[in-house]
């Protein structure tokens, strides 16, 4: 799994390289033809992250229940954030992929809720569930990419 989480730390890592010369009223600029902007993703690749790797597997999450009720799927940006709560989400975003690792490596997890995606996939396992939110959190990085070119 060593490899999966190295994969996730990095694409957090693009995606940081990516808007590191954005303000945050570049970042909350929703272009036409998109129903969200770059703050409301990152923020969206948080909590995802935190639903299906904590409480999938019956632990709390690590974050708000205000920020995993903002920003959860099928949730839309309905308020902008401030530097401070912004930086906050960014500190987030950076470490909570090694406090993963680490609670993985530590055998936290020991059962697991089976999920369907929206993408139709099955996840009935924590390795699963690392493995499917690498591949959500780099169709983020796209959207990210995208939105980046147009703010």
Known sequence: MKIQFDILTKTRAIVLHYISELNLDQM???PKGFNNHIAWNIAHLVVTQQ?????LSGKDC??????????KKGSIPSSTFSQEE????ITLFKGLPQTLEEDYESSIFSEYSSYKTSTGFVIDTMEKAIIFNNFHESL????????????
């Open 28 to 30: 909350h600029v929703i």
């Open 51 to 55: 639903l299906l790797h904590y409480r």
């Open 62 to 71: 690590l974050v708000s229940d205000e920020l995993i009720m903002a920003y």
């Open 86 to 89: 912004f930086d906050e989400v």
């Open 140 to 151: 983020h990085l796209g959207v990210i990419m995208s939105l980046r070119k147009l703010v």
